[in-house]
């Protein structure tokens, strides 16, 4: 246990330093830099964790009781899965205001209020482990996202934020009814008291099918992704950063760590259908991908892609598995996450997200081009770089239970290869435009500060992904083992 609330000012220091950036809502500059450097703090506080607390041991817990009456404690805890996701989160929170710099002019102190309420809120669903509280964060990702996109995005950006909200309320009120079930039977709502006692297997099956609905919404897994690509498409490219890089990881990370080992019975009994839907959502997203061309609506269908792939790790429930899953989540988020940046870029320049506009862009940018194609790579798998080594995992670790399905994977990361080569040969390569009303102009060094870092973790969890796995492969383990095969 704690002495100093460390996990609480982890979670709360991004939303403080938003709502302190209100204060100085006339300096804008102002505004930015002190987000920026609350982040850059933030981030720093915990690499230096490891040091702190013992690299191997790493596990923090804060615990008192909040509402007595219902059994309801504040709760938060850090094991190494959630220690990596929450270096995740700030450290896209950070890239999420340098890529904003020149594209929000307006009410900015607003809109970086609402950013860091949104990693806020994500911090908190990675560290909670009453479900009451987890509950709240959970809910609580909708309101500063909803406004990002409502308020911040393109033009039919109120209908995208609409959607979006509409779809996480379907999600939420299953889920909403199955924590009210569980606190009206239960006077210890610890996810590690739950965890221990599951519910009968009747009670099991509709409480498991509430948690995953929420879950799956937010992942998205198909068919209720139908949100995600309107979200993409119309939100700011800092909102995009942090749908594709945190807020859908808060999906994969709930069912790993709330779904799975809660109800164990129901979980191991659906196993092989959860594997067929993300195998399906692989295809089918891989194959509307195909047909796009929006750039940012092309990749916005990989990230439904990816995630069917990494839900396929996860049902497999073997460690190498998870693991692989895990890896994925956070490359996923890296190559994708810098994808949607270079989309942003080229909106800032053109005003368009066309395939056609851009054509021949590697004679104009070359710089851009370098990093467009290098994103491009890794989000195809490319070996060496982060995406290959958490494919290669998920595809060994679930082969000995679904070989069949595994096999079917793999075709689906080959069309995924041609939707990729498609975009990377629209783009850089071809006739060049010779509109003159647009003008081609090449990254500039703000820009390229924005990239570099998420090139080079790119580049580092390809070639020593042991520096994620040593944190993730002890809470992944005791994951694994809470699910009969």
């Known amino acids: 246990m704690n002495t100093f609330p460390l996990l609480t000012c982890i979670v709360f220091l991004p939303l403080a330093c938003g709502l302190a950036g209100l204060a100085v809502q006339r300096q804008p500059n102002q505004v930015r830099i002190l987000c920026l450097v ?24 804060e615990d008192f009781t909040w509402i007595a009456p219902l059994h ?34 307006h009410q900015v102190a607003g809109f970086h209020a609402l950013l860091m309420a949104s990693l806020t809120s994500a911090l908190g669903v990675f560290l909670a482990q009453d ?32 959607k979006f909200v509409l779809f996480s309320i379907a999600g ?64 700011p490219t800092a909102g995009s950063l942090l749908l594709a890089g945190v807020l859908l ?5 709930a069912i790993l760590r709330w779904a799975l080992p809660l109800f164990p019975q129901t979980a191991g009994v659906v196993a092989p259908w959860l594997a067929g839907i993300g195998v399906l959502g692989l295809f089918y997203a891989s194959w509307i991908a195909l047909a796009q061309t929006d750039l940012k609506r092309l990749v916005a269908y990989s990230s439904v892609a990816h995630m069917g792939m990494i839900m396929l790790g996860l049902a497999a429930d073997t460690l190498l598995s998870l693991s692989g899953a895990v890896l994925q989540m956070i490359s996923h988020a890296l190559t994708t996450g810098g994808l949607f940046i270079m989309v942003g870029m080229l909106v800032e320049r053109t005003g368009s997200r066309e395939f056609s506009v851009f054509a021949g862009m590697w004679k104009r940018m070359p710089i851009f081009g370098a990093f467009f194609l290098f994103f491009a790579m890794a989000a195809a798998g490319l070996p060496g770089l982060s995406q290959f080594v958490g494919e290669i995992m998920i595809l060994m670790g679930s082969f000995a239970a679904w070989p069949v399905l595994t096999s079917l994977a793999l075709g689906g990361l080959v069309v995924g290869l041609v939707y990729i080569l498609k975009m990377v040969h629209a783009t850089l390569y071809g ?17 390229i500060a924005v990239l570099a ?9 390809g070639l020593h992904p042991s520096s994620v796995l040593d944190f993730v492969n002890g809470p992944l383990l005791t994951l694994a083992a809470a699910v009969p095969k």
């Open 38 to 61: 609350s982040l850059l703090a933030e981030l720093a506080l915990l690499l230096a964790i490891p040091g702190m607390t013992g690299y191997s041991e790493l596990h923090l817990r």
């Open 72 to 105: 309801v404690r504040y709760t938060l805890a850090m094991d190494g899965f959630s220690y990596v996701m929450a270096i995740l989160t700030v450290f896209l929170g950070g890239l999420g205001i340098l890529a904003s710099w020149r594209e929000i002019e």
């Open 131 to 162: 479900v009451f509280l987890f509950y709240l964060f959970w809910e609580l990702q909708l309101v500063p996202m909803f406004f990002l996109i409502g308020r911040y995005g393109h033009e039919e950006r109120r209908q995208a934020a609409t």
């Open 172 to 235: 939420g009120l299953p889920l909403l009814l199955a924590v009210i079930q569980l606190m009206l039977t239960r006077t210890d709502l610890s996810l590690t008291a739950l965890t221990a006692m599951p519910p009968t297997p009747a009670v099991q099956h509709w409480l498991f099918a509430a948690f995953l609905l929420a879950f799956a919404v937010k992942t998205p897994l198909v068919p209720v992704h139908t949100w995600l690509p309107d979200a993409h498409t119309q939100a």
């Open 249 to 253: 990881k808060t999906g994969a990370y």
């Open 431 to 447: 006739p060049v435009n010779e509109s003159p009303d647009i003008e081609f102009v090449d990254l500039c060094p703000r820009e």
């Open 453 to 461: 870092p998420l090139a080079l973790a790119v580049l580092w969890l």
